[in-house]
């Protein structure tokens, strides 16, 4: 949070923020909610006292939602509304009635839940939560939290120390209601990543960037509902890791895991038929697919319209317009190709390029798409290459009697010098005629 004079706090926004994971050209971007990026910051933010042992939520939110750091404002979910009710004497919400839905808390310290009453008395309305950059380690103050705000819809727990920390299942029950989790850099266990998915029967985004996972453990239990799986810059290098995401979402219409170490893609169509059925886009930036199979591959998700492969070994030796070229005449099925529209004029002068560039390899070396766009177009003859450059030199050749010299001129010089000629012979051919 950045210093300023005190009396002003974090405003939470209603817009939506980005968060980011480094890629082949900088940055993939993914679009989530409000709380799940950084909050805007207003002009003033105050920083949290230092404390060892951290701070409670309850002691945040009485301090940054207090009438004096956020101000009443009319309008939903912006403010606080002050009534008094009467409550117990020093409990520090007495006068707080209502808090904003959307709540951003990150980085100020909190390590434990506090008093779990007014928890439950004053966020019974919060829909999305973010905790991230914070002091949580232990589950059970988690979902203390958690448990007290019904209508928890996103929650961003995000580089919290949680590594080798245990999730008891009754504790994981509390996590029923929330459809957005975001997980990034906590280096939760696998088996805790199950139990969520497990016990949060509507789960419908799941970030796990950042947490250092090579393998996956397989779970006997489905989650159905995931449509959104973000699991970048993690240690994913075998296909058969990956295939299991298809086993436990069944439903899964997004899959975004670039910066991975994934080597090939192995599984056959009938098998990647059957696990994928429903998804729509792959991100496979920054992987180590380096062979035409592979990219073949994509061609066997049934739903698959959107790709996103850049910063591959695979493409390293052609230049930018081939590699898009290449690519869409590969995936006839994709309307998207790392972010840009895939027009029907673009594939079809994608499809054409395909079939000439291939033209002069052995019949054991053709894809196998080749064929196919040769019988859509033909076996196509290579394009004329035609220069329309205008020249700059002629050759003349001068005959004197018996000797024949050959001689290069510059036509800009000649062509200045006729120029030069016609301005002079002009008046004189004017003065005639008149």
């Not at 709380?35 to 060892?52: I, L, N, R, V």
């Not at 914070?134 to 928890?152: A, G």
Request: hydrophobic share 35%; proline share 6%; charged share 25%.
């Amino acid at each position: 949070m950045k210093k300023a004079s005190p009396g002003f706090l974090y405003r939470p926004s209603a817009q939506k923020q980005k968060t980011t994971a480094s890629s082949d050209s900088g940055q993939i971007k993914a679009d989530v909610s409000s709380a799940e990026g950084e909050a805007a910051q207003q002009e003033g933010a105050m920083e949290p006292p230092e404390d060892k042992e951290g701070r409670t939520f309850v002691e945040v939110i009485s301090e940054k939602y207090s009438p004096e750091n956020f101000p009443y404002r009319r309008g939903p979910g912006m403010g606080v509304v002050v009534v008094s009710t009467g409550g117990p004497q020093g409990s520090p919400m007495k006068d707080r009635l209502n808090l904003p839905s959307v709540l951003v808390l990150n980085s100020c310290g909190i390590s434990r839940s506090g008093d779990q009453a007014e928890i439950a008395a004053f966020c019974a309305h919060v829909m999305e939560l973010d905790l991230s950059h914070n002091k949580l380690q232990d589950w059970h103050e988690i979902s203390k939290i958690v448990s007290n705000i019904p209508n928890l819809e996103f929650l961003n727990l995000s580089s919290n120390p949680l590594a080798g920390m245990t999730l008891e299942p009754r504790w994981a029950e509390a996590f029923s209601s929330v459809r957005r989790l975001v997980l990034n850099n906590t280096q939760v266990s696998w088996d805790t990543v199950i139990l969520l998915t497990r016990e949060i029967p509507e789960l419908e985004e799941l970030f796990l960037c950042h947490n250092e996972y090579s393998s996956v453990s397989p779970s006997s239990v489905a989650c159905p509902t995931l449509r959104l799986l973000h699991i970048t810059d993690n240690s994913l290098k075998e296909w058969a890791e990956v295939r299991k995401f298809g086993t436990m979402f069944p439903c899964l219409d997004t899959l975004v895991m670039a910066n991975n170490n994934l080597s090939s893609i192995q599984d056959s169509k009938d098998i990647l038929q059957r696990l994928f059925p429903r998804l729509r886009s792959i991100n496979l930036h920054n992987s180590g697919l380096n062979q035409w199979e592979d990219i073949e591959k994509l061609n066997f998700f049934p739903k698959l319209e959107e790709v996103r492969l850049q910063g591959i070994p695979l493409l390293q030796a052609y230049t930018n317009a081939e590699r898009r070229s290449l690519m869409i005449a590969q995936l006839p099925s994709i309307s998207l190709l790392n972010g840009s529209v895939v027009t029907d004029s673009e594939r079809e002068d994608a499809e054409r390029f395909f079939i000439r560039y291939y033209l002069d390899y052995p019949e054991e070396e053709l894809p196998y798409r080749y064929h196919s766009l040769v019988n859509k177009y033909g076996k196509l003859e290579p394009l004329a290459e035609i220069d329309l450059r205008p020249r700059c030199r002629a050759q003349v050749e001068v005959h004197c009697e018996e000797k024949v010299e050959q001689l290069y001129w510059t036509l800009r010089s000649i062509v200045n010098h006729f120029s030069k000629s016609c301005l002079s012979t002009l008046p004189l051919i004017l003065k005639h005629y008149i």
